[in-house]
């Protein structure tokens, strides 16, 4: 797909709010693709502020965390960065979509902006927690805080789904989103609001990214990735929310020796005001 169709796809997605004042850039990572980031400067903050640099999930879109992110910006400087798999993202033909390149991608963009990691804190949810421990496991990053809301082990991409994208060609891949959409809608949401979240998410995803990295993905699990975590964490359960399994949430906070454990409930409460308090609160007793 060549530059100027790519970015028309891409502006047919309507704008967050955060979007509209955020400064979007990208950064050229080493392997010549692009990821697109957004960030914003704190005016109440005057005195060294910290950095929340948040990770989206699996295909989330900026969407999601609007009314975080709008919170969020007065009280922190913000960097958002949006993985590869997502449509805004610019690869190269032979790009990789391991554990391994998603990593590289978020440790380069720290570097491309000389970030100073002790005031850094990491959001991050679900499938972008299990990169981040990836990274603290292996010593490329190291924040202040790292919060991980909903930590998986796989990615929850169901069998039927899974078969379909091995084998089905590209020009069918509307018939997967169709799938995983009404899959979404009706076994994993927790409210309507929610799953038409998700469902977006699905529908805007890119099928070629998209393709590569569940043929990666689907067929792992990484436990390991939480063992031996020094770092402090923040784990927020959201034990009212289908889309995570709360069990999995408690094993991998008994893993992580530097890990305090909260329960939000909630979706709808991990991407809004409750998550920024906990964030601030947490901040306030170190």
Known sequence: MSKKKADAKFDLISLAEYEKTAEISYVQVSDGSEIRILQSLTKAVKKDPFTLVLVAGWVS???????????????????????????????????????????????????????????????????????????????????YLSVFIGPIEKVPIPRSIRIL????????????????????????????????????????????????ASKYFAQRDFWDVYKGID????????????????????????????????????NKNTHSKPMLDTILEYLKKK
């Open 61 to 143: 879109l900026v969407l999601g965390w609007d009314n975080f992110l709008l919170d969020a910006q007065k009280h922190f400087n913000i960097l958002y960065i949006e993985t590869r798999e997502k449509g805004s993202s610019k690869i190269t033909k032979t790009a990789e979509f391991d554990i391994e390149r998603f990593a590289l991608d978020i440790k380069e963009i720290f570097e491309f902006l000389d970030l100073k990691q002790e005031k850094v804190v990491m959001l991050t949810s679900s499938f972008s927690a299990m990169l981040v421990a990836y990274m603290l496991k292996n010593g490329m990053i190291d924040p």
């Open 231 to 266: 770092n402090r964490v923040l784990i927020v359960d959201e034990s009212v929310d289908r889309l995570h399994n709360t069990e999995i949430t408690q094993e991998i906070t008994q893993m992580i020796k530097n890990s305090e454990y909260i329960d939000l409930k909630t």
């Open 165 to 212: 994208i091995v084998i089905v060609p590209l020009w069918l891949s509307s018939i997967v989103k169709i799938i995983g959409i009404w899959w979404v809608k009706n076994f994993k949401a927790e409210d309507e609001e929610h799953g038409a979240k998700y469902a977006r998410s699905i529908r805007e995803s890119d099928p070629i990214k998209w393709k590569r």
